[in-house]
T-cell receptor
Framework: QKEVEQDPGPLSVPEGAIVSLNCTYSNSAFQYFMWYRQYSRKGPELLMYTYSSGNKEDGRFTAQVDKSSKYISLFIRDSQPSDSATYLCAMKGDTGRRALTFGSGTRLQVQP | GAVVSQHPSWVICKSGTSVKIECRSLDFQATTMFWYRQFPKQSLMLMATSNEGSKATYEQGVEKDKFLINHASLTLSTLTVTSAHPEDSSFYIC?????????????FGPGTRLLVL
């Protein structure tokens, strides 16, 4: 079993829809949670950062962390065709391994 | 957000040659940088952790003599693919770790596409 599980998709939605992307994880030591967006042939771009549990909102994006369930989510409101990309969740603990542990990525397609 | 650059953005080389890729943190200092490779439609695969002023830490299965990493300053890490072969063709991406108080995150470079003929 992978440490971080993420549905690879593809997820296809119409423009204007609310998108929900999710990851589950098994390591209870994870404290830092991030969402990256990666366009084809580009490096990942940091979208959202959350430390420990809770919600964070930035424009059309909302990140949620539920540590009791080991479940994180990214919501995209009023989705746009330009949101079409692969979304990667990533996480790490306070101590030990410094590298991030990534999900496999979910490919999102927003249809105009 | 913080900016990380990579150079070159793409490179084509003949089999047997060596290729150097640079990763720079432009507006912050990074004692730790990471090197990844990514195959089409797959997630990032961590190759090694680059530590400023000390040896890199390689992931299991990654040949350290094949992929030489140097982190000579707080803003620059280099990855050299030695004696490159066609199977080394891939998308190589670096990231730099920024620490601000309790917050710690990684910013990625735009990637380098390597094609070995």
């Amino acid at each position: 079993q992978k440490e971080v599980e993420q549905d690879p998709g593809p997820l296809s939605v119409p423009e204007g829809a609310i998108v929900s992307l999710n990851c589950t994880y098994s390591n209870s030591a994870f404290q830092y949670f991030m969402w990256y967006r990666q366009y084809s042939r580009k490096g990942p771009e940091l979208l959202m950062y959350t430390y420990s549990s809770g919600n964070k909102e930035d424009g059309r994006f909302t990140a949620q962390v539920d540590k009791s369930s080991k479940y994180i989510s990214l919501f995209i409101r009023d989705s746009q065709p330009s949101d079409s990309a692969t979304y990667l969740c990533a996480m790490k603990g306070d101590t030990g391994r410094r590298a991030l542990t990534f999900g496999s990525g979910t490919r999102l397609q927003v249809q105009p | 957000g913080a900016v990380v650059s990579q150079h070159p953005s793409w490179v084509i080389c003949k089999s047997g040659t060596s290729v150097k890729i640079e990763c720079r943190s432009l507006d912050f200092q990074a004692t730790t940088m990471f090197w990844y490779r990514q195959f089409p439609k797959q997630s990032l695969m961590l190759m090694a952790t680059s530590n400023e002023g000390s040896k890199a830490t390689y992931e299991q299965g990654v040949e350290k003599d094949k992929f030489l990493i140097n982190h000579a300053s707080l803003t620059l890490s280099t990855l050299t693919v030695t004696s490159a072969h066609p199977e080394d063709s891939s998308f190589y991406i670096c990231s730099a770790r920024e620490r601000t108080g309790l917050q710690e995150t990684q910013y990625f470079g735009p990637g380098t596409r390597l094609l070995v003929l």
